[in-house]
Structures are given as structure tokens and as C-alpha cells.
């Protein structure tokens, strides 16, 4: 296969067949917390596409220049969570600037993305499944970040229209969430191994 | 060859601590370039009037949150006063802040509800099972007999943030200790049961009805709508009757013992004392 075809298969793969929130359950936090609005989710998920694409692709190259020539990888975990507190910060000075409705809006959880484990866990991913050249590196975490929005938007939609639904007293809230959440992955595992 | 040992394990841990060190150097070094760069000025005073103000978020204001309504007022000092849950000490507060004066505010204002209907007392004529809200009922369902009572659905209790109010056998019922008057209930009852009013008096006198049915309608639909049968306006001082159904004057109501008798002679026992120690 050609390099097109390998980097669309890793988007396609990491966005809705390997999605890290619904195959890997990892970032169920602002999954599950943030998922009451459409707008606030995709605000949230757009957020979390940017800090993990900057994220993933900082990862991989610190690790393939630095750690590994260094024969380090054993600091691999401290190193990339350094990376990614300081991307958040980053993103966080730049919303604030230029688009100070989204930074009211996002108030506290923009912070919380800092340790939204969906960012650590695909960078140890990348590690983990070998990838090694940086576009693909930079593909799938790009991927990862619009798997983590559509799953929360795909999620913030269900759970505006559950608020209409006549829910049984016992599990009104987080009960609910939760199965809803388990049917939405169920869904998802549909698509297991269409790509190999 | 302890000495030796602690030797190796420097050896194999100084590069780490060195690229740990160097690595969060240049990051530090970026930040510090960032936050320079993407400064941003903000007025301290809007610090000091977030202080003042109560920190609820609870929008009686009409802005967002309490961050919103202190850049409002900050720059636009008309604004003064909106906040309800801080009241009179809010106010100075933030008028100390911005150098202004403060006129004597009028009486807090607080919501009552203009219904008086428990489940036993309405007529139904149908059960409803719908959408488990007051809009949805409102909008859809003729279940209730009653077009301008309360439905006991709850959308006033789901917007409340201080737990002030309750359904209580399908009315509405304000705990005056916990309200702060935002006004969020008024806004969003689909009725429009629920009236803010100036409270001049600890306990004020009201209508507990909405029907604007005559009273022959009224009498079928519920056992204590108001019948607009004007006795609490011939015995009482401060009451008038509109479109079948008697209004207290808020503004220049006092208490006194023409409207207690208006209370005791009215026949559907609609004319109820609310506000702190009343009982619901």
C-alpha cells in the first residue's frame, strides 16, 4: 500500500474502529461530564483534538530524538505528561486571547484536559503499536481527537434528547449515562476488524 | 562496595535527571514566551465586584453568571442593583468600588405563586402520562381542567439552584427562608403563575388564583379558584377584581384589619398570607 492508503486507513482505524473512548475506554471522565450539551461537547471535543494532535506528535518526536537515542524510555511516561500539561497551558493562553466566549464557556474543564487520560494513553499507544514515521504519528493522533469528538457529540446528542424521555425513577442521571454509554460502544464494536 | 554500587546507580540516573531538566526548561522557556505574548489585561476592579457578589451563578441578573454580570456592570453602572441573592450589601459593595452612589433600593422582591390548587382540590380530566414537564403539558395536554393553574409538573423546582422551592400535592410552594429572589421560577413557570412582587411587609396578602374564567367556570374546574365574587374588594382596602378575579395592590399594600376581614370572608378561602413564617 502506498502512503495515502496507509495514513487514511490510520485515521479511518483510530476514529471509529480503535476509538479510545469507546473500544479503549480511556478520557470517560470529560466523556460522561461533559456530554450534557451538543455545543459545550463539541467545544470540548475540538479542544481535546488540538491539545492531543500537538500532544501526540511532540511525543513521538521527543521520544524517537531523545529518549531513545538516550536509551531513556524508561522516563517515557513523565516526559509526555510534561508534554501535554504544557500544550494545555498553551491552548489555554491562546483561547483565552482570541476567543475569550469559548474560554467563559469551557471554565474549568479546560484545565481538566491536562489529565484526560485519552491524550496520555494514545501517546503510549503510538509507542505501543510502533508507529514509526511522524506522519503516520501525526494522523492517528489527529484521529484520536476526532474519534474523541464524535463519540462525545454522538453521546451529548443521545443524552439532550434522553432528558424528554420518560426514564424510570431508579435510573434517572448517572445510571442511565452509563448504560447508554455501554449501548453506544456496543454499537461501535460493530465495526471491529473491518480494517486489519 | 557500597560506594560502588551508589556510584552505577548515579551513572545510569544522571542522564535521565539532565533530560528531564533540559526538556522542562525548553517548555518553561515557550510558556514563558506564550504568556507574554498572549497576554491578557484585565481590569482588577472586575476581581473586587466578583468578590462582592455572591458567587451563585444563578443569572437572576440576566447574564451568565456572576463573571458576566461584574464586566456588565463595570462598564455600564446602570446595571447596579440587578443582583437579588446579594441584595442591598452587594450593591454598596460595588457602588464602593465604582465611586457611585446608591439611592434607597425598594423592597426585595420575591415570588408568589398564584395558585392555591392541590391535586384533591383540581379537576381532572384525564391523566396525563406525557413528557414530564410544564411546557409539555402546557403546550399539549387539556388534562387538567383548570387552564390557568398549576400543573405540579416541576420545571419551576428543576430551575431553582437554591433548593427554595417544592411541588407539594401538585402545587408549587416557595420556602421564603431559601429564596433569594432571582426570579428564575417566574421566567420559567409556562403559566405564568408565579409573579415576583416587592415584599414591603414580612408577610404579604395575595390572590392565590390565575383563573380568568367566570365563576361559574371557575367553580367546576377547581374548589378554591377565584370566583371574582368581589367581597375581599367591598371589606378590604388595597383589592380590585379584573377579568373575574380579585388583585392585590402590591405596591401600597399594608397590613391591616379591613384586609384580614377580606381574608376571613372570602368564600373559597383564595386570599392566603404568604412570605417567612407563613405556612405553606
Known amino acids: 500500500m502506498d502512503t495515502f492508503t496507509t495514513l487514511l486507513m490510520a485515521f479511518i482505524s483510530i476514529v471509529i474502529i480503535n476509538n479510545l473512548v469507546l473500544t479503549k475506554f480511556l478520557g470517560i471522565c470529560p466523556y460522561l461530564g461533559v456530554s450534557?450539551?451538543?455545543?459545550?461537547?463539541?467545544?470540548?471535543?475540538?479542544?481535546?483534538?488540538?491539545?492531543?494532535?500537538i500532544s501526540g506528535t511532540l511525543t513521538w518526536l521527543i521520544d524517537h530524538l531523545i529518549l531513545i537515542p538516550l536509551d531513556l524510555e524508561i522516563t517515557r511516561y513523565i516526559c509526555f505528561i510534561l508534554?501535554?500539561?504544557?500544550?494545555?497551558?498553551?491552548?489555554?493562553?491562546?483561547?483565552?486571547?482570541?476567543f475569550p466566549a469559548l474560554y467563559d464557556s469551557f471554565g474549568i474543564f479546560l484545565p481538566l484536559i491536562t489529565t484526560n487520560c485519552a491524550i496520555l494513553g494514545l501517546c503510549l499507544f503510538i509507542n505501543l503499536w510502533g508507529i514509526d514515521n511522524l506522519p503516520e504519528a501525526a494522523v492517528l493522533s489527529?484521529?484520536?481527537?476526532?474519534?474523541?469528538?464524535?463519540?462525545?457529540?454522538?453521546?451529548?446528542?443521545i443524552r439532550e434528547n434522553l432528558n424528554l424521555a420518560d426514564v424510570p425513577k431508579c435510573l434517572r442521571g448517572a445510571p442511565i449515562t452509563l448504560i447508554t454509554a455501554g449501548l453506544l460502544t456496543l454499537a461501535f464494536m460493530g465495526f471491529a476488524g473491518m480494517i486489519k | 562496595m557500597i560506594l560502588a554500587d551508589i556510584y552505577q546507580l548515579w551513572s545510569s540516573i544522571w542522564p535521565a535527571g539532565v533530560t528531564m531538566l533540559a526538556l522542562g526548561s525548553g517548555f518553561a522557556i515557550i510558556l514563558l514566551i506564550a504568556s507574554e505574548k498572549l497576554k491578557v489585561?484585565?481590569?482588577?476592579?472586575?476581581?473586587?465586584?466578583?468578590?462582592?457578589?455572591?458567587?451563585?451563578?444563578?443569572?437572576g441578573c440576566g447574564f451568565a453568571g456572576c463573571g458576566q454580570y461584574a464586566k456588565a456592570v463595570l462598564a455600564n453602572p446602570d446595571l447596579l442593583g440587578?443582583?437579588?441573592?446579594?441584595?442591598?450589601?452587594?450593591?454598596?459593595?460595588?457602588?464602593?468600588?465604582l465611586n457611585l452612589q446608591v439611592s434607597d433600593s425598594a423592597a426585595p422582591k420575591r415570588p408568589i405563586?398564584?395558585?392555591?390548587?392541590?391535586t384533591k382540590d383540581k379537576t381532572f380530566n384525564a391523566i396525563y402520562q406525557g413528557i414530564q414537564s410544564c411546557i409539555a403539558a402546557n403546550a399539549l395536554s387539556p388534562a387538567q381542567a383548570c387552564k390557568f393553574g398549576c400543573l405540579g409538573l416541576g420545571d419551576c423546582v428543576s430551575?431553582?439552584?437554591?433548593?427554595?422551592?417544592?411541588?407539594?400535592?401538585?402545587?408549587?410552594?416557595?420556602?421564603?427562608?431559601?429564596?433569594?429572589?432571582?426570579?428564575?421560577?417566574?421566567?420559567?413557570?409556562?403559566?405564568?403563575?408565579?409573579?415576583?412582587?416587592p415584599f414591603s411587609q414580612e408577610k404579604m396578602m395575595t390572590v392565590a388564583c390565575s383563573s380568568k374564567e367566570s365563576g361559574k367556570v371557575t367553580r367546576t374546574m377547581c374548589k378554591v379558584g377565584c370566583i371574582g365574587c368581589g367581597i375581599c374588594v367591598k371589606m378590604g382596602e388595597h383589592f380590585t377584581i379584573e377579568n373575574n378575579l380579585a388583585r392585590v395592590d402590591y405596591e401600597n399594600y399594608q397590613p391591616s384589619?379591613?384586609?384580614?376581614?377580606?381574608?376571613?370572608?372570602c368564600p373559597k378561602k383564595v386570599i392566603i398570607e404568604t412570605g417567612k413564617k407563613c405556612k405553606a
Do not use: W
Open chain 2, 257 to 265: 384589619e379591613k384586609n384580614q376581614t377580606a381574608l376571613n370572608k
Open chain 2, 159 to 197: 430551575v431553582c439552584k437554591f433548593d427554595a422551592i417544592s411541588i407539594i400535592d401538585g402545587l408549587a410552594t416557595i420556602d421564603y427562608e431559601k429564596c433569594t429572589g432571582c426570579g428564575a421560577c417566574a421566567k420559567h413557570c409556562p403559566r405564568g403563575l408565579i409573579e415576583m412582587v
Open chain 2, 113 to 118: 405563586v398564584h395558585c392555591k390548587g392541590h
Open chain 2, 41 to 59: 489585561e484585565i481590569d482588577p476592579k472586575i476581581e473586587q465586584i466578583q468578590e462582592a457578589l455572591p458567587s451563585l451563578d444563578c443569572g
Open chain 1, 36 to 53: 450534557g450539551r451538543v455545543d459545550m461537547a463539541f467545544g470540548m471535543g475540538l479542544a481535546v483534538t488540538f491539545v492531543v494532535t
Open chain 1, 142 to 157: 489527529f484521529g484520536a481527537g476526532i474519534g474523541f469528538t464524535v463519540a462525545i457529540c454522538v453521546m451529548a446528542g
Open chain 1, 83 to 98: 508534554v501535554i500539561a504544557g500544550a494545555v497551558q498553551l491552548v489555554e493562553m491562546y483561547i483565552r486571547k482570541f
Open chain 2, 82 to 97: 440587578k443582583c437579588a441573592p446579594g441584595g442591598q450589601k452587594s450593591t454598596e459593595a460595588i457602588a464602593k468600588i
